[in-house]
């Protein structure tokens, strides 16, 4: 699931940026997993779609068979991942869900509670990455539109662009741990150089 790889490191970058990570909605563990599980969430649907077809499969004694091509499917299996089980990943990929989480979490926490956005994001990042018969209904089930992405996740110019930015991420991500260690080092020199100038004022 490559999918969720770069949602969690998407989710782990913008963590990073001050005005996020000083808020106190996203400090400590609790929140930091309530942000991770919303920014994959959208995607348990898809779960829920393989064991139904899991369960397709076994309960019609059929051989079991991987990967989603459809050409390559039973009637049955492909009902599930095209057919009416479809309206799950809908679901799970709908701005409406988002919402209607929010206003669950307002009910109980009496505020808007900042991770469920992730969920937005999410489904924000899948509507330019998912065309053609991935493509989502983000309003579902209010309105009815898809929207086709830009590009099709699984394509090649998918790969392309996911590769390129990740060799750029890793690049930022080695940056900033150097400086970081520099500071670390410099700071610790200016402490020995402090130390030395109380032990001369004391002699
Ligand atoms: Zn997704």
Redesign the pocket.
């Known amino acids: 699931m490559p ?1 969720e790889i770069s ?1 969690i490191l998407w989710t782990y970058l913008i963590l990073k940026h001050p005005r996020l990570s000083n808020r106190k909605e996203f400090k400590g563990r609790k929140n930091a997993a309530a942000t991770y599980f919303f920014s ?1 969430f ?2 348990i ?2 779960l829920i779609l393989i064991f139904l077809a899991l369960w397709v499969i076994s309960s019609n004694g059929l051989p079991m068979v991987f990967g989603h091509h459809a050409e390559g499917m039973y009637p049955e299996v492909y009902d599930v991942f095209m057919g009416s089980g479809k309206n799950i990943y809908y679901a ?2 709908s701005y409406v869900t988002m919402g209607l989480l929010l206003g669950l979490f307002y009910l109980i926490m009496r505020k808007i509670y900042l991770p469920v956005l992730f969920t937005g994001f ?2 924000t ?2 509507i330019l990455t ?1 065309a053609e018969g991935n493509a989502l209904k983000p309003f579902y089930p209010i309105f009815d539109f898809k929207i086709n992405g830009l590009l099709n996740w699984g394509s090649w110019e998918f790969y392309v662009i996911e590769i390129t930015l990740l060799i750029i991420y890793t690049v930022w991500l080695v940056r900033n741990w150097r400086k970081e260690k520099e500071k670390e080092k410099e700071g610790e020199k200016e402490k020995e150089k402090e130390k030395e100038g109380e032990k001369e004022m004391e002699k």
């Open positions: 999918d949602h994959v959208p995607d649907g898809n799970f990929h999410h489904i990042l899948d998912h």
